[in-house]
């Protein structure tokens, strides 16, 4: 028998994308499809907008009675409802909204004494194991090693730096005994910005509809290291979120990682 899912930010890009892969691979039963209540496609088929027909679940401004797992691609102002829903419901959560206030990571963490939880700033298989190599790569190159993050989006993306950035300087940052956030520098500016020891540069750019690009650039004095992580579709966030949800259901209470759901060590 197929978990019954309900997705919020449904009326998204991203939302969008999970409704109909969900529907497509026959993994779920979509039970719920949740925006925003100002959304103009509220009421409208979540299958119509997501443009597979028809599958008998409204858009809608809030939550529905039934399902068995949550996946969050909203924004981080419908967070707080999603994991108080959750909470309340007992329902497991997969939280891939970016952006999310420290606050609201506390709250996680809190949610997951009672429910299964993960927290992903990346879904992809490729750049979850790029969060388990760059820290080590790091590590083994040593100090001599500059390192400087560039990530690429499209130009309707909100949070900066992404969330999938911020993951892989804190990968780093917890190999080599840097402190998190606090060593990043964002960008540069001006006649005297020489690079300092033991900093990580991080450079955000938006333009046109750049899926995801991120490049780790490791350089010393003679040689150059770069590693690189290239999306070429959503679909490849909304099969790993599809993966997690299903990963989740029936998982003991706990705040789980995407590493955890793909077996990466």
């Known amino acids: ?72 691609f909203s924004n981080p102002a419908a967070a707080d409802g999603t994991i108080e829903y959750c909470v309340k419901n007992k329902k497991p959560l997969l939280m891939a909204t970016t952006g ?23 879904t992809s298989l490729g750049m979850n194991l790029l969060f388990a190599i760059v820290g080590k790569v790091a590590k083994a190159l ?24 911020l993951s892989l300087a804190a990968s780093i940052c917890k190999e080599t005994d ?7 520098d964002h960008g540069r500016e001006g006649k005297e910005c ?28 003679g040689e150059t290291v770069k590693i690189s992580h290239s999306a070429h579709s959503r679909d490849i966030f909304a099969r790993g979120a599809l993966k997690g949800a299903g990963w989740l259901v029936g998982k003991k209470a706990g705040m789980y990682t995407m590493a955890d759901c793909l077996g990466i060590k």
């Not at 840097?178 to 990043?184: K, Q």
């Open 142 to 165: 040593g100090e001599e090693f500059d390192i400087e993050i560039i990530e690429q989006h499209h130009r309707f993306k909100k949070d900066s730096p992404s969330g999938t950035a």
């Open 1 to 72: 028998m197929k978990s019954k899912l309900i997705v919020n930010g449904a009326g998204g890009r991203m939302g969008r994308q999970i409704v109909a892969l969900a529907c497509q691979d026959g993994l779920f039963d979509v039970s719920g499809a949740v925006d925003w209540a100002g959304n103009p496609d509220i009421g409208k088929d979540a299958g119509q907008l997501a443009g597979i027909g028809d599958i008998g679940v409204k858009l809608l401004g809030e939550y529905p009675k039934s399902g068995d797992v949550v996946i969050d």
């Open 194 to 221: 020489l690079r300092q020891k033991g900093r990580i540069g991080m450079h955000a750019v938006r333009a046109g509809d750049i899926v995801g690009e991120h490049e780790i650039i490791y350089g010393a004095l």
């Open 178 to 184: 840097r402190e998190f956030p606090t060593c990043l």
């Open 100 to 122: 999310l206030s420290v606050a609201q990571v506390e709250k996680l963490n809190e949610a997951a004494k009672t429910i299964p939880v993960i927290l992903a700033s990346n």
